[in-house]
């Protein structure tokens, strides 16, 4: 998955702006999928905007300044269940514990053991956010066809 799939993902659940795409893309739902920045989303927005897979139009509200809301197309769902149905690249797992575990000789057992116990605590945080990202949890779009794909 690349940001293109991640911004495509996030519209066929409904409208959204550059800024709540980041939002989704960091601490929201999609959270833990693709890293994008602003200097990726935006750049891979305009492309989408000039291959049509979404829309774009402008909102203003007095005393702030205008902002850009994205919506896909036909043809952006279409080429999000074509990335979807692509292989996908392998997943990247770091993890800052394995070097604690490679260096356990220079650290106290009390240590290390602290350190193992939090590490894990994380990852059960984590998987129980992931399987709630799972295949049995419908995925929706917001004022748009329903999918057969999307639902569980």
């Known amino acids: 998955m690349n940001v293109r799939s991640l911004c495509l993902a996030i519209l066929y659940l409904g ?3 550059g800024y709540e795409i980041k939002k989704q893309s960091t601490e929201g739902s999609f959270s833990h999928f ?19 897979m979404v829309t774009a139009r402008e909102e203003t509200k007095q005393g702030k300044p205008a902002r850009k809301v994205y919506s896909i ?31 356990a000789e220079l650290v106290t057992p009390s240590a290390f053991a602290r350190q193992r116990t939090c590490t894990w605590r994380k990852s059960t ?10 295949p049995s949890v419908a995925m929706k779009p917001r004022g748009g066809p329903s999918t057969s794909a999307f639902i569980a």
């Not at 197309?73 to 575990?101: C, H, N, V, Y």
């Not at 945080?125 to 799972?134: N, P, V």
């Open 125 to 134: 945080t984590t998987w129980t956010a992931w399987e709630r990202c799972s």
């Open 73 to 103: 197309t036909a043809s952006g769902r279409e080429e999000f269940m074509k990335a979807l149905a692509e292989p996908q690249a392998p997943d990247l797992f770091r993890s800052q514990f394995l070097l604690i575990a490679v260096c």
């Open 34 to 52: 693709v890293d994008a920045s602003f200097g990726s989303i935006y750049p891979a927005l305009a492309r989408l905007e000039a291959d049509g």
């Open 15 to 17: 409208e959204a702006t």
